[in-house]
């Protein structure tokens, strides 16, 4: 006990420790949307995303994870505005989103002379690179999550469950759908700069996947995934200590590991 305490008395370590403890307590939740609104193949096209926007931030002069933050939401805000009024099919506009990214991002390398191992480091991330500054900007976000969930907790429920209901009922449904693509696209851009892209599904959408498997109504899924979400990445973080490993990778492993005990537990407990 009293070598972790000593470990987080050093900025660097302390930093990614508050990171990685909000991040799992609060944008885990966001799991919770992703799996009912079934966009899974969301967060996915929002790391191609990020990847354009990385490129784009360092020929503009700018850093690679600077231009992902600006991108990343607002690809996914116009993702579900389009997606919502001119009824395109998820697929269809994650298809789209994640080709013209590709093809935007390979140009930019082509033509402005980016370095590519900047560009592809976006998909890295470094938890030990968290300045003050960072956690704070994680911190204001997750607010921002609690709270949209807590003041819009009743429309937010009505159109997960059926949109053209919601709409009966005078619930704002593009709004709302476009209120949880900003937060959805926020939360991805903060997981690239914690854990990298290729373990953003550690941060949302696996604690989200297993608090489903228990939950009995759409407020407990929400407690569950950020339990779920504070383990893993505590944990994560804790065996990465520990064991003098990658911090990233050991949340993801700690969080596959949470959603395979749960689809073992529920399993059972359906016999």
Do not use: W
Not at 89 to 109: I, K, P, R, V
């Amino acid at each position: 006990m009293s070598e972790a305490l000593e470990l987080l008395s050093i900025p660097v370590i302390r930093h990614a420790f508050l990171g990685m403890l909000i991040a799992g307590a609060t944008l885990s939740t966001l799991g919770v949307v992703i799996v009912s609104l079934h966009l899974m193949a969301l967060r996915f096209t929002l790391m191609h995303v990020g990847l354009l926007g990385a490129a784009a931030g360092l020929s503009l002069g700018f850093s690679a994870t600077a231009g992902a933050f600006v991108l990343v939401p607002t690809a996914s805000v116009l993702m579900g505005t389009l997606g919502q009024r001119y009824r395109f099919t998820a697929s269809s506009m994650t298809g789209f989103f994640m080709t013209g990214s590709l093809a935007g991002a390979f140009l930019l390398l082509a033509r402005a002379g980016v370095p590519a191992m900047d560009v592809f480091g976006i998909f890295a991330g470094n938890i030990l690179m968290l300045t003050r500054t960072d956690v704070v900007m994680v911190a204001v976000l997750g607010v921002v999550v609690v709270l949209a969930f807590a003041i819009g907790y009743r429309e937010i429920q009505a159109v997960l469950l059926d949109r053209d209901l919601a709409l009966a009922l005078g619930v704002p449904v593009e709004a709302v759908i476009a209120g949880m693509f900003l937060l959805l696209g926020a939360a991805v851009a903060i997981a690239l700069r914690l854990v990298g892209a290729l373990l953003v599904d550690a941060v949302i959408l696996l604690p989200g996947i297993a608090a489903l498997r228990f939950a009995r109504g759409f407020g407990s899924a929400l407690l569950l995934s950020s339990l779920f979400g504070t383990i893993a990445c505590v944990g994560g973080f804790v065996v990465a200590l520990q064991f003098d490993l990658p911090i990233g990778a050991s949340a993801a492993a700690v969080s596959s590991a949470l959603l395979g005990l749960s689809a073992l537990v529920t399993r059972k407990a359906a016999r």
